[in-house]
């Protein structure tokens, strides 16, 4: 049983769904990657019970049969072999035998029928989206995960399906990204709503790019998959009821203060040199002409920083606070030359949003000073 395949198409599969294996497993074939070799066509999995990503592409060889191999060793001897090289690979019993040009290499393989993956899922919806829109949607969000937090339907993007639109939500509990994007869902009457885990977030984005070529996106009970020109993603789904997002959004607002983006962000990532890298807090005092930006920390060093804004619709000064890096990661996610600030007191949570881009919204809690 033998195979022949080039060495970029296996180093660029490799590269594509590696990053899925974890390099500690409780099962140590899910630190193997099947290989299924079916009427010329190599089919490449990796897992780790949460995420699996499969790669398809065409070989030299005459036999039907399955292997695995570890993925780490692997990825590193096709990354070291030279550029438009071939690679041919030989089962014999429980060994793989790997050989391009003098180079050979001897590596053991675990039992491919022991290997886990999803099979025979069924989905719920089906839906074709463009993958800049839905990259779009999960770049302008995915920040906003929680990271192991408690409360684990944080630790994910939730996406919301309803019939003209999709939308994209992610919180920590200290912030919120919204994204929404329209598209026609006809085939969904009510509104539908999922949580990605974190890993398969990230994992997702590293596959979509800003391009106009359709994923086919099917979405079942307790799983997402996505079917690109040469792969399948697919995720397991968080369970859980993801918190009633609206409610912390702020309406009825009273003041809005207009500033430029990039000055805005400049100053902010300036004066957070010199706060407190525990909460990273910065005092905003704003006034009807400018904007002062301050920060200390326990070592008494100060930083300050003015900046015009654009307006500012009260005569009032308003001073508060907010961790510099929340504000920092909304703002450069941002397409708007200039933003909106919007408050009602200093106890309100803010609003971000970009003047010429209505499609995002942030919500930054603020801090005691």
Request: with cysteine.
């Amino acid at each position: 049983m033998k195979l022949s395949i080039a060495r970029d198409v296996l180093l660029k599969a490799l590269q594509q769904i590696s990053g899925v294996v974890e390099r500690r497993q409780t099962l140590p074939i899910l630190s193997n990657i099947l290989f299924k070799v079916q009427q010329q066509r190599l089919t490449i999995i990796a897992t780790d019970l949460e995420v699996e990503l499969i790669n398809h592409c065409s070989i030299e060889s005459y036999d039907d049969f399955s292997f695995t191999l570890p993925a780490k060793k692997l990825f590193d001897i096709c990354r070291a072999l030279p550029e438009q090289s071939s690679v041919d690979i030989k089962i014999d019993n429980q060994r793989a035998i790997l050989r391009s040009g003098k180079s050979r290499f001897t590596l053991t393989t675990l039992v491919a029928d022991e290997f886990p993956y999803f099979d025979g899922l069924s989905g719920i919806h089906h839906f074709p989206i463009m993958q800049k829109l839905l990259k779009k949607l999960i770049d302008k969000t995915h920040f906003c995960m929680a990271v192991q937090d408690v409360r684990y339907y944080l630790n994910g993007l939730l996406i919301e399906l309803q019939a003209n639109s999709i939308r994209a939500v992610a919180t920590d509990g200290h912030r919120l990204a919204v994204c929404e994007q329209s598209i026609d869902l006809a085939t969904i009457p009510e509104p539908y709503q999922l949580i990605i885990p974190r890993k398969g977030v990230l994992e997702l984005l590293k596959l979509l790019h800003d391009s106009d070529d359709l994923v086919e996106c099917s979405v079942g009970a307790n799983h997402i998959s996505l079917g690109f020109d040469h792969m399948v993603f697919t995720s397991k789904l968080l369970d859980g009821h993801y918190p009633d997002y609206n409610r912390v959004i702020p309406d009825d607002i009273e003041k809005e203060v207009v500033l430029d983006r990039a000055l805005f962000k400049q100053a902010l990532q300036r004066v957070a040199i010199l706060s407190n890298e525990k909460h990273r807090a910065v005092r905003l005092v704003l006034q009807q002409k400018q904007l002062k930006i301050f920060a200390h920390n326990p070592e008494h060093d100060e930083a300050e920083e003015e900046i015009e804004v654009v307006s500012f619709n009260s005569s009032e000064t308003l001073e508060i606070g907010f961790n510099a890096n929340y504000i920092i990661d909304a703002i450069s996610s941002m397409e708007s030359d200039t933003l909106a600030l919007r408050l009602n007191n200093i106890n309100s949570s803010a609003l971000l949003v970009g003047i010429d881009d209505k499609v995002c919204r942030y919500v930054v809690m603020p801090i005691r000073l």
